[in-house]
Structure formats: C-alpha cells, structure tokens
C-alpha cells in the first residue's frame, strides 16, 4: 500500500491507495499494472490474478476513472522509495483502520475471497454517495 502524502495536488492526498496508475498508449492492464508498480515501488511483478473491475463515475475533473484491481502474489525485488508517497506492506486485519476512500472499505475484503467483483462507487466532494458491488462466485 501507499500513504499518498508526497504530491502537491493529489486528489488521493492522505489516503492509503494500493499501487497502480494510468494506462500507456497501447498496453494491455497486465502491462500497465506490472509497469505501475516497477515505477511506484521497484518490484518486478511476476503473477497476477484479476479480482475485479471498477468505475468512478465522474471522479476527478469531471473524467470517469476505471480500475482493473489484481492481487499479487508472487514478486522479485526490494521496495524502494516512491514519489507518490511512502510505501508499506499492511496487514490484512489492519488495512480498515487506516485512512481510505470510503469505497475501498467495501472492496478490499472480496480480494480475500474466490471469484470475481465490479462495482461502481460515485463520489460528491469526496463522499462517497453512491454504490453498487456484484460478486461473481469461481468456477
């Protein structure tokens, strides 16, 4: 996870996000995700799995964001110092008591559990004031 407190103007100033980040022209959101956290933390990501799939409509600047989330579960490298803000390895029972979109409560239990999920989370100001979460059972 990172504590997003480095960025002037980060609209996740604060928070606890997991690593990740916007696509490059013509890749894949495997490649995105394995490229996001080479840049964000210097680990080299070697197996995925894709747990779910997210929109926030509207979310910033009026633009909707999507997010394609994936658990880890196999790595090479150390951490090394992010930009962005600064990096930890969490607990599982303690990631609900830190400082996350109110949305992300919601979610990162399922990642946890088989299957798959979508959702959509919109945000006022901040609050989260809509949602909608669909679990997708395995096999």
């Known amino acids: 996870m990172i504590h997003r407190v480095?960025?002037?103007n980060d609209i996740h100033q604060g928070k606890w996000n997991g690593l990740g980040g916007k696509f490059e022209p013509g890749e894949t959101p495997e490649e995105c995700v394995r490229r996001e956290v080479q840049e964000e933390a210097g680990l080299r990501v070697k197996h995925l799995h894709l747990k779910g799939f997210l929109s926030f409509p509207k979310f910033a600047n009026d633009e909707?964001?999507?997010a394609f989330v994936?658990?880890?579960d196999e790595f090479e490298g150390e951490i090394a110092d992010s930009l962005e803000g600064n990096l930890a390895w969490i607990e599982n029972d303690e990631l609900l008591n830190l400082p996350l979109w109110e949305g992300d409560r919601l979610?990162?239990?399922l990642l946890d559990q088989p299957g798959f999920?979508?959702?959509k989370f919109?945000?006022?100001d901040g609050k989260?004031?809509?949602h909608q979460l669909i679990c997708y059972p395995s096999g």
Request: hydrophobic share 45%.
């Open 6 to 8: 480095k960025k002037q």
């Open 64 to 66: 909707d964001w999507y």
């Open 117 to 119: 999920f979508s959702g």
């Open 122 to 124: 919109v945000y006022e």
């Open 70 to 72: 994936f658990v880890c």
């Open 107 to 109: 979610f990162l239990p």
């Open 128 to 130: 989260l004031v809509e």
